[in-house]
């Protein structure tokens, strides 16, 4: 496979990237949205720029002086006098001009970097899922490294080598158009080389980038299941996926690198070829008389001025097309739709309905094929079947975390979906075996539901699941920081967490996914006590695997298949001895 062609597969299989035209309207809109900075910023340099010209003439003055012969030295003082205040008129602007585009700069990043954080924490939790957190993890960290390196050093850079160019460039051929011919030697030698590199290097950068996604997903992969790869001693696994990603990146590396390699000795030719033009050219011209040596002096140096300027806005233009692959990516996450919009319309009620609802993880491999259940409320419904059977994925969806592809899921009338995120986890929660503890203080991960929460409603919350004692005992009490490198919390600590969150929100329906499972017995059952006094009044669905669940529950419902099977009481489904009382009796014999 060709390297491109393997950039577009992997571009297919993340998050989605923006075009170059909607890049290039961002951009406009930035810079529009800072015109007046901007323009500050670009008088600053033009006149830092301006300035910079003076030394080169004061030198050619003082050549031409020397040269005639008859140059009085106080003639030369009064030029090198000249010499010294243009050099510190130089410093000063330019030290102005660079401050004010450095604080442009942080300003545009500070605003680009909002933006992402905005719509990355607004994505769907299916599509992180789908895409792999390696992807995200990329945009947040080399994508943004990216671009902040272009903004902060890149616009003042492009800045001021643009208007020194430009200034330069017109005052050598105010000099003399003659000796300034040889100028034209650099867009001849640049153009056909520097379109080239420009065609290929965005989709190479881009499968650059696509293959750093991957080595982050891997290395996140690791860390986060370091436990489990000590366990089932998956290191040589887990080195074997590294190394070929890290293959797949540097194949990738390797090909941008070949094409600066082809691109930068064109540019070292059209650096250094009307240096030397005119340096021949303009000598030739003074040794003709056609110009004066202060002339050729002064545009032999304004061509060397030059050079500087362009070879860093050459280096930039790399960077920047680096960077603009990196900003197809950031403003990519923004073009992933949403998976609801919010109606306004409020539930009626707490009753949750599921209506012929189909689901589908793939496109055209349907999981769910037209689930109904009327949920009654305070209920207890257990919901049993064999593995891959379609419960968690009916549980999320019951719980709001995805929408049906097809049927409906109400609260109280509404679909889930069209209900803010914030609404609907006032109205139902999916309690999993997943708890994790944010960095910062215990109030803080207590009051994630309910900000406005006192102190005293976070201790009686605590108080519910039966995990006062411990967090009244921990150094700080509520304003103990937790989380990674904070006060170690146990598995059955973190879960009451959750669990004290969960009363917080006060949602009236619970799905459990077999939110106990993982915990060994004795806290499994210390845990069942809290979860109890969380389920207390609360309509629950509780995705079973143990079937003393389904036996305790008001109603069970058998999945078979992505469809409901059986639906009763326990008696009632015993009684009917279909597939739920042949699993009941084979659960019971080896019992
Ligand atoms: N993220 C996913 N992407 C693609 N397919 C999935 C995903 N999650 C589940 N599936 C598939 O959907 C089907 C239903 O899975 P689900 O996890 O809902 O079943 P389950 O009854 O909960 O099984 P178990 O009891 O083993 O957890 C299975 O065929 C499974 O392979």
């Known amino acids: 496979m060709s390297p491109l062609s393997l950039r577009t597969d992997h571009a297919r299989r993340t998050l989605p990237i923006a075009s170059g035209r909607v890049v290039r309207e961002h951009v406009g809109v930035l ?57 510190l008129a130089e ?66 850079t492009v800045v001021v080598s643009c208007t020194t160019v430009l200034v330069t460039g017109v005052a050598t051929v105010l000099a003399s158009p003659l000796a300034a011919l040889p100028l034209l030697l650099t867009p001849l030698v ?18 650059e980038h696509a293959t750093y996604a991957r080595l982050n997903g891997v290395a996140a992969e690791t860390v986060e299941g370091a436990a489990t790869v000590d366990a089932l001693g998956l290191s040589a696994e887990r080195e074997a996926r590294f190394a070929e990603a890290i293959r797949e990146s540097h194949d990738a590396e390797r090909y941008t690198v070949g094409l600066r390699l082809r691109w930068f000795p064109w540019l070292e030719v059209g650096f250094f070829a009307p240096v030397a033009g005119t340096l021949l050219w303009g000598g030739w011209l003074a040794w003709e008389g056609t110009i004066g040596v202060a002339t050729a002096t002064a545009v032999v140096l304004y061509v060397q001025r030059l050079l500087d300027p362009l070879g860093e806005l050459m280096s930039m233009l790399d960077e920047i097309q680096f960077a603009a692959t990196s900003m197809s990516r950031i403003l990519g996450v923004a073009e992933v739709p949403p998976d609801r919009v919010a109606t306004g319309a409020a539930p009626s009620d707490d009753r949750l309905a599921v209506d012929h609802v189909r689901y589908a993880y793939r496109e055209g491999r349907d999981v769910l094929h037209g689930v109904s259940l009327d949920l009654r409320p305070g209920e207890r419904l257990a919901v049993v079947g064999p593995s891959g059977a379609g419960k968690s994925t009916l549980g999320r969806l019951m719980a709001g975390v995805d929408g049906p592809r097809t049927g409906r899921i109400t609260v109280g009338g509404v679909p889930l979906v069209d209900l803010e995120l914030d609404e609907l986890r006032g109205q139902v929660a999916l309690v999993t075996q997943e708890h994790h503890v944010f960095v910062g203080t215990l109030a803080d991960n207590l009051r994630l539901p309910r900000p406005a929460a006192t102190d005293d409603e976070l201790l009686a919350a605590l108080d519910a699941v039966d995990a006062l004692d ?28 959750a669990l004290a969150r969960l009363v917080l929100a006060d949602p009236h329906t619970l799905v459990l996914d077999e939110a106990t499972s993982l915990l060994d ?41 992505g469809r409901v099977a059986e639906l009763g009481s326990h008696d009632e489904l015993l009684a009917a001895d279909g597939s739920y009382a042949a699993l009941w009796r084979s659960w019971r014999d080896e019992g």
Do not use: K
């Not at 015109?35 to 910023?41: E, M, N, Q, S, T």
């Not at 401050?99 to 939790?125: I, M």
């Not at 640049?190 to 499968?207: C, H, N, Q």
């Not at 150094?475 to 879960?495: C, D, I, K, W």
């Open 31 to 87: 810079l529009r949205e800072h015109r007046r900075p901007l323009l500050a910023v670009l008088l600053w340099h033009l006149l830092a720029a301006v300035v910079g010209l003076a030394g080169p003439w004061v030198i050619g003055q003082v050549v031409g002086t020397v040269t005639t012969g008859r140059a009085a030295i106080t003639d030369v003082r009064v030029l090198v006098g000249l010499l010294a205040a243009a050099v």
């Open 91 to 156: 410093t000063a602007v330019t030290w102005v001009a660079r401050r004010s585009s450095f604080v442009l700069s942080e300003q545009v990043f500070a605003q680009l970097r909002e933006g992402f954080v905005a719509s990355a924490v607004r994505l769907p939790l299916s599509t992180v899922e789908r895409a792999g957190t390696g992807d995200l993890l990329a945009r947040t960290t080399n994508d943004i490294d990216a671009i902040s390196y272009v903004i902060r050093f890149g616009i003042p």
């Open 190 to 207: 640049w153009f056909l080389p520097t379109r080239r590199y420009l065609r290929l290097a965005g989709p190479g950068y881009l499968w």
């Open 470 to 497: 411990w967090a009244r005992a921990l150094p700080e009490g509520l304003a103990t920081t937790v989380g990674s490198g904070g006060h170690p919390l146990t598995e059955a600590q973190a879960q009451q967490l």
């Open 521 to 561: 017995p004795r806290a499994a059952r210390h845990l069942e006590r809290s979860l109890g006094a969380v389920l207390t009044g609360r309509t629950v669905v509780a995705i079973a695997h143990r079937l003393h669940t389904a036996h305790d529950a008001d109603r069970v419902a058998v999945v078979d298949g």
